[in-house]
């Protein structure tokens, strides 16, 4: 997916910007622009990370000119479109500073709003996101986006109105726990909060797009919802899977089974259950969905328990 890229040497960069972007030649000089007037106010050690996903325009003809004049400034090009999750995973992998940003190239995200993050930071949290409380999109975009959140939310748990906002501040042991791909770079607070990283949000200034058009459409969110989904059982069941599989499975072996009563007590008492065989095997059936599903769940935790062996160590804070 990367195309041309090498194993980044260690560095002792304190700050971290990663840009995915596709199709925004006109917004990337300016957007650079901002963010070294705010970062030189703050540290000389900082490095810029563009990841030119695909972009069919002079973006990487652009963003090979700020790299030459920028020593600070790093592309990534990628073998077409991959998606904004590849975008941010591959720009996760090349970062090395100690705090980590990411936000969109189309200049909507006001990098003003630096300071303010990192002030988040240090009150002791390890990912702050942006919240578009004021946004500047249109409807089509901004209603979708905002349902999506409200759901995620009350079926997750993690209070944060806007989770699919791209201006975020991460610490570095937060991006080393994340493994994005398809659409779950929206969820990326959800994942660190069941982690048990500390997670929480600000209010930012958002901008009306100055350049092109937006990348959104309805597919976006259609694979949202479908996304929403494997979000809800990786953070809910991905350590325990027969939870999941086995309530389910008891729940359908249940049902079955009190079918499968009353159908015996139709037969006791009135000798027939002449006109009761579709309930018979629905109650049948029911059983033996409910025996395969429990017993996927057990399948699913013995995989589990081989490979947590393996990853243990991610969940260590600190060592004395």
């Not at 890229?5 to 300016?30: C, D, G, H, Q, V």
């Not at 970062?39 to 000119?65: A, Q």
């Not at 090009?77 to 591959?90: F, P, V």
């Not at 398809?182 to 209010?203: C, D, M």
Request: charged share 20%.
């Amino acid at each position: 997916m990367i195309s041309g890229m090498r194993t980044p040497k260690k560095s002792t960069n304190t700050l971290s910007f990663i840009i995915p972007a596709y199709n925004e030649e006109k917004s990337i000089e300016i957007l650079t622009k901002e963010i070294v007037n705010v970062v030189k106010k703050i540290t000389p050690n900082y490095e810029i990370i563009f990841v030119d996903d695909g972009s069919t325009d002079s973006t990487f003809e652009t963003l090979k000119k700020l790299a030459s004049k920028n020593s600070s400034v790093r592309v990534i090009r990628h073998r077409g479109n991959w998606g904004k999750s590849i975008a941010l995973q591959n720009g996760f992998n090349l970062a090395s500073g100690e705090i980590i940003f990411t936000l969109d190239a189309d200049l909507q995200d006001d990098p003003q709003e630096i300071p303010n993050f990192l002030a988040k930071l240090n009150d002791g949290y390890d990912l702050v996101t942006g919240w578009k409380k004021t946004r500047h999109d249109p409807p089509s975009k901004v209603i979708p986006s905002r349902i999506i959140n409200a759901i995620a939310s009350n079926m997750t748990g993690v209070k944060i109105h806007d989770t699919n906002c791209g201006f975020k501040a991460y610490k570095k042991d937060v991006v080393k726990n994340l493994s994005l791909y398809g659409e779950l770079y929206r969820y990326i607070p959800i994942f660190a909060s069941k982690q048990n990283f500390r997670v929480t949000e600000i209010i930012i200034n958002h901008r009306p797009r100055k350049f092109g058009k937006s990348k959104f459409d309805w597919t976006r969110g259609i694979k949202g919802i479908l996304d929403l989904m494997t979000v809800f059982f990786l953070t809910g069941y991905a350590k325990r899977p027969s939870h999941f599989f086995g309530s389910l499975g008891l729940l359908s072996f249940f049902f079955g089974f009190v079918i499968g009563l009353y159908i015996t007590y139709l037969r006791v008492t009135s000798g027939s259950i002449q006109y009761r065989y579709p309930l018979l095997f629905l109650g049948m059936l029911l059983m033996i969905i409910g025996v395969q599903l429990t017993t996927t769940g057990l399948i699913a935790e013995m995989i589990v328990n081989y490979n947590s062996k393996k990853k243990t160590k991610n969940t260590i804070s600190q060592t004395l």
